[in-house]
């Protein structure tokens, strides 16, 4: 006669393929492969830009999708295989036990609560599904204790060893892979214990009522709809970042010319040596972006206007539509900018020619070309790769404008030079420029009043095509609740204010700034030129 426990269904409940865990390893094969195509490998930025676990843009930001969306991402193929490999082995027990909706509702407690504890545990960057699998491991260890009776005697010893490997090389890639955070495991442990204990397995689900289980399975619902909320919040950010990726990108510095001169470009870039017919030097980022430089020798050289004449009735012959001809400033010397469309192989290219001296008295040619729609994306690493460039030895560093470009290019995480240089962008009529680096300074310090503010006065400003005045009031809004009664942001207030057509608000903003700085004659004509049109 066998035994209750051998007669128990324990772990034979109702046979079926565990669907839940297949479509969960599916989405962080996927998520994977996405943020890997998407930085041409991994590191912190693109896995921020994906959903990472980021305590700063969490708590301040207000950015707590990503709870979820960092449980799907990981930062190494040996992070990932191994968290495939545990959520294979675990998962389908799990789910049999506990059905695939509580199986999922399990899991995804479990890894938004190691995410949560990670947050508050730890400043640093983290991802992986560790949390979730720990969360995973706690439901079979609650199984293996408070319901072990309905565990078979022979089978109690093979639940144990399964579980000691899990945890085992848990503990290992906590060890030895970037991006793993012990205190979510702990986190995740606890999650999927205590959701365990409350929604019981099939044995113990005898006699449950069913507005139990009508319960559960909303409870169920709702979880998954919140997780691909957060999948779905995490693609929209990670499209929209792709300028961050590229605009904050790291940068490497090759040597070209024989030494003649050199520049910087982002990490990456594969570099084609100049030939007989093609004396250029030129860096790619295929399906992205090329960069193409020269300096040209003097017999080909008068002046930098001859240069940029030539350039351009080169581009005629070639049937190149010309966009706009200005002159700028690079390294300092003046410049000549030449903005280009042209159609190749079907496509829009947008082509930018820049032509300025070096301080030898050459010229250096510069041409950057991508597609029509990425320029908008592209504008600020073309900008680093051109003030970039110098003849050897180096010049000693410039002051203004062009030591803040050398702070940028040496590190694109200064938030300061950032809101410097979008200031000159916006001076220029370059607002779409403008409005991606006061964005990336916001994003690597969510409460920087300055970064908020300037955003505000860009959206604020009715000739911009930027222009946006909910937006300049949520910015303007921000920069005041960092920084409190500053004359200047309550100033960029009114702007918003008047921008929305809130003239009230934007006249009580206005006289207390006048209120804060009596002396300053720019806030008394801004209050007086409000009151005078209302």
Same mark, same amino acid.
């Not at 205190?183 to 409350?198: E, P, S, T």
């Not at 351009?312 to 010397?333: F, P, S, V």
């Not at 290019?409 to 200031?423: F, G, I, N, R, Y």
């Given at each position: 006669?066998?035994?209750?426990?051998?007669?128990?269904?324990?772990?034979?409940?109702?046979?079926? &393929?565990?669907?839940?865990?297949?479509?969960?390893?599916?989405?962080?094969?996927?998520?994977?492969?996405?943020?890997?195509?998407?930085?041409?490998?991994?590191?912190?930025?693109?896995?921020?830009?994906?959903?990472?676990?980021?305590?700063?843009?969490?708590?301040?930001?207000?950015?707590?999708?990503?709870?979820?969306?960092?449980?799907?991402?990981?930062?190494?193929?040996?992070?990932? %295989?191994?968290? *495939?490999?545990?959520?294979?082995?675990?998962? #389908?027990?799990?789910?049999?036990?506990?059905?695939?909706? &509580?199986?999922?509702?399990?899991?995804?407690?479990?890894?938004?609560?190691?995410?949560?504890?990670?947050?508050?545990?730890?400043?640093?960057?983290?991802?992986?599904?560790?949390?979730?699998?720990?969360?995973?491991? %706690?439901?079979?260890?609650?199984?293996?204790?408070?319901? &072990?009776?309905? *565990?078979?005697?022979?089978?109690?010893?093979?639940?144990?060893?399964?579980?000691?490997?899990?945890?085992?090389?848990?503990?290992?890639?906590?060890?030895?892979?970037?991006?793993?955070?012990?205190?979510?495991?702990?986190?995740?442990?606890?999650?999927?214990?205590?959701?365990?204990?409350?929604?019981?397995?099939?044995?113990?689900?005898?006699?449950?009522?069913?507005?139990?289980?009508?319960?559960?399975?909303?409870?169920?619902?709702?979880?998954?709809?919140?997780?691909?909320?957060?999948?779905?919040?995490? *693609?929209?950010?990670?499209?929209?970042?792709?300028?961050?990726?590229?605009?904050?990108?790291?940068?490497?510095?090759?040597?070209?010319?024989?030494?003649?001169?050199?520049?910087?470009?982002?990490?990456?870039?594969?570099?084609?040596?100049?030939?007989?017919?093609?004396?250029?030097?030129?860096?790619?980022?295929?399906?992205?972006?090329?960069?193409?430089?020269?300096?040209?020798?003097?017999?080909?050289?008068?002046?930098?206007?001859?240069?940029?004449?030539?350039?351009?009735?080169?581009?005629?012959?070639?049937?190149?539509?010309?966009?706009?001809?200005?002159?700028?400033?690079?390294?300092?010397?003046?410049?000549?900018?030449?903005?280009?469309?042209?159609?190749?192989?079907?496509?829009?290219?947008?082509?930018?020619?820049?032509?300025?001296?070096?301080?030898? %008295?050459?010229?250096?040619?510069?041409?950057?070309?991508?597609?029509?729609?990425?320029?908008?994306?592209?504008?600020?690493?073309?900008?680093?790769?051109?003030?970039?460039?110098?003849?050897?030895?180096?010049?000693?560093?410039?002051?203004?404008?062009?030591?803040?470009?050398?702070?940028?290019?040496?590190?694109?995480?200064?938030?300061?030079?950032?809101?410097?240089?979008?200031?000159?962008?916006?001076?220029?009529?370059?607002?779409?420029?403008?409005? !991606?680096?006061?964005?990336?300074?916001?994003?690597? &310090?969510?409460?920087?009043?300055?970064?908020?503010?300037?955003?505000?006065?860009?959206?604020?400003?009715? !000739?911009?095509?930027?222009?946006?005045? !909910?937006?300049?009031?949520?910015?303007?809004?921000?920069?005041?609740?960092?920084?409190?009664?500053? #004359?200047?942001?309550?100033?960029?207030?009114?702007?918003?204010?008047?921008?929305?057509?809130?003239?009230?608000?934007?006249?009580?903003?206005?006289?207390?700034?006048?209120?804060?700085?009596?002396?300053?004659?720019?806030?008394?004509?801004?209050?007086?030129?409000?009151?005078?049109?209302?």
């Amino acid at each position: 006669m066998s035994t209750p426990s051998e007669q128990s269904p324990a772990l034979q409940p109702p046979r079926g &393929r565990p669907l839940g865990t297949v479509a969960l390893a599916l989405v962080c094969v996927g998520a994977f492969a996405a943020s890997w195509w998407m930085g041409r490998g991994l590191d912190v930025l693109t896995l921020v830009c994906c959903g990472a676990k980021d305590r700063e843009l969490m708590v301040g930001a207000g950015e707590w999708w990503r709870l979820v969306s960092a449980g799907f991402l990981h930062g190494h193929v040996l992070h990932l %295989g191994a968290n *495939v490999f545990a959520l294979i082995v675990l998962g #389908p027990l799990v789910e049999r036990l506990w059905g695939t909706m &509580r199986f999922l509702l399990i899991y995804l407690v479990a890894l938004a609560a190691g995410t949560l504890v990670s947050v508050v545990a730890t400043p640093e960057v983290s991802v992986g599904a560790s949390g979730a699998i720990c969360g995973l491991f %706690g439901a079979l260890v609650v199984f293996a204790t408070v319901h &072990r009776r309905f *565990v078979a005697p022979h089978r109690r010893l093979r639940l144990w060893i399964s579980l000691a490997i899990v945890a085992a090389i848990e503990v290992l890639i906590g060890r030895v892979v970037p991006f793993v955070d012990e205190a979510g495991h702990a986190g995740g442990f606890a999650g999927g214990a205590l959701f365990a204990l409350l929604l019981r397995p099939f044995p113990a689900r005898r006699g449950q009522r069913p507005v139990a289980d009508l319960g559960a399975r909303l409870l169920c619902g709702a979880a998954v709809a919140v997780a691909v909320g957060s999948l779905a919040r995490a *693609v929209e950010y990670a499209l929209d970042s792709d300028w961050i990726l590229l605009s904050r990108s790291a940068m490497e510095t090759p040597m070209v010319s024989g030494g003649e001169f050199s520049l910087r470009v982002p990490k990456g870039w594969t570099y084609q040596e100049p030939d007989a017919r093609h004396k250029w030097h030129v860096f790619v980022r295929p399906g992205v972006a090329a960069v193409s430089v020269r300096l040209l020798p003097r017999r080909e050289a008068a002046d930098t206007t001859q240069v940029a004449q030539s350039v351009e009735a080169q581009w005629a012959k070639w049937g190149g539509e010309l966009l706009a001809r200005r002159n700028i400033t690079i390294g300092g010397k003046a410049a000549i900018e030449l903005l280009l469309r042209q159609k190749r192989d079907g496509q829009l290219q947008r082509v930018r020619e820049v032509v300025f001296s070096a301080w030898s %008295g050459r010229v250096f040619c510069a041409s950057c070309t991508c597609a029509e729609r990425r320029y908008p994306l592209l504008e600020i690493v073309f900008d680093k790769v051109l003030h970039s460039i110098h003849e050897r030895p180096p010049r000693p560093a410039g002051e203004g404008a062009q030591s803040v470009w050398q702070r940028f290019v040496e590190d694109p995480t200064d938030a300061e030079a950032c809101v410097l240089l979008a200031s000159s962008y916006a001076r220029e009529g370059r607002h779409a420029a403008a409005e !991606q680096l006061l964005k990336v300074a916001i994003g690597l &310090r969510p409460r920087y009043a300055e970064a908020h503010n300037e955003l505000a006065r860009l959206y604020a400003d009715r !000739q911009s095509p930027c222009s946006d005045p !909910q937006k300049a009031l949520h910015h303007a809004r921000e920069a005041l609740a960092a920084r409190p009664d500053t #004359p200047s942001y309550l100033a960029t207030l009114a702007l918003a204010h008047e921008a929305a057509g809130e003239r009230r608000e934007a006249i009580e903003a206005a006289r207390r700034a006048v209120a804060l700085a009596p002396d300053d004659a720019g806030y008394a004509d801004l209050l007086k030129r409000l009151m005078r049109e209302e």
